[in-house]
């Protein structure tokens, strides 16, 4: 009998981190836009759709939704989890919009520190925005503020050297109002939030982790698959301990800081 393909990372993705990370984290940024039946709503830099899926509770069905992101294998995952969502590939930096449509809420949620151009989409996010409608954006602040990351990154380099870790490489929040005003938003302002998150599958966190930061390392570029496997399996042997420090009854535990920020069209 033939074995079942391997899942792709967007489905890990899904399945390890959606609901133990990223569903908090998208309950609190559709709580400060609070949308409305009969309401416009885009979600930038979407994934797997966490943030329009849990705004779509409150709009319910037939709501006007659409979700774009870059990655095909992202959107896959989506419409799985809600066909009745309009998912869109496109490029944050020239949002694949029909001519003149526009939105009542815009949210982005942990995208803006990976585009390679922000001012430029962030102006597509105005263009996007009806006028006087909101926008809400979320970005997680430095890692050196969030003992249990720190300390992982700080494994990893040991093998690999510096890692640039970009999922914190835009956690101020000064240059993240600045952009949004440069860009036309009104009203901007901005918070520090803090959540606790509990994940059941500690191992499937340490894994995941360590994945993202052998690819964000310098090292990995010039390793071959097999030699960049073995470097993953060390990093996550040897996070083991850090995250037994976190572990209690209930599974891995630790807070996350990020910046989010509000603004008007």
Not at 65 to 88: E, F, Q, S, T, Y
Not at 179 to 191: I, M, P
């Amino acid at each position: 009998m033939a074995s079942s393909p391997a899942p792709t990372f967007a489905e890990m993705y899904e399945h390890s981190l959606v609901g133990p990370l990223f569903r908090p984290w998208a309950e609190l940024l559709v709580g400060q836009v609070d949308p409305a039946a009969g309401e416009r709503f885009l979600d930038v830099a979407c994934g797997t759709g966490i943030v329009a899926r849990v705004a779509k509770e409150s709009l319910g069905s037939g709501a006007n939704m659409v979700g774009v992101d870059l990655n095909p294998l992202m959107l896959d995952v989506a419409r799985k989890a809600a066909a009745d969502i309009d998912w869109r590939q496109g490029d944050a930096g020239s949002l694949p919009l029909v001519a003149g449509e526009q939105f009542d809420v815009v949210v982005c949620q942990q995208g803006l520190q990976f585009f390679p151009d922000r001012p430029r989409a962030v102006r597509e996010m105005r263009r996007a925005l009806a006028q006087g409608g909101r926008l809400a954006a979320s970005t997680w602040r430095p890692d050196e503020e969030m003992p249990l990351l720190i300390a992982l990154r700080r494994v990893a380099e040991r093998r690999l050297g510096a890692i640039v870790d970009r999922r914190h490489a835009f956690g101020l929040t000064e240059p993240l109002e600045a952009l949004l005003r440069e860009a036309g938003f009104q009203d901007v302002s901005s918070t520090t939030q803090v959540c606790r998150l509990r994940f059941s599958d500690g191992p499937a966190f340490i894994r995941m982790n360590a994945l993202a930061l052998v690819g964000m390392s310098a090292a990995s570029k010039t390793m071959g698959d097999d030699e960049r496997e073995q470097v993953l399996a060390a990093v996550v042997s040897d996070s083991e301990a850090i995250a037994l420090e976190n572990t209690g009854e209930g599974g891995l535990a630790f807070e996350l800081l990020a910046n989010v920020v509000t603004g008007r069209g």
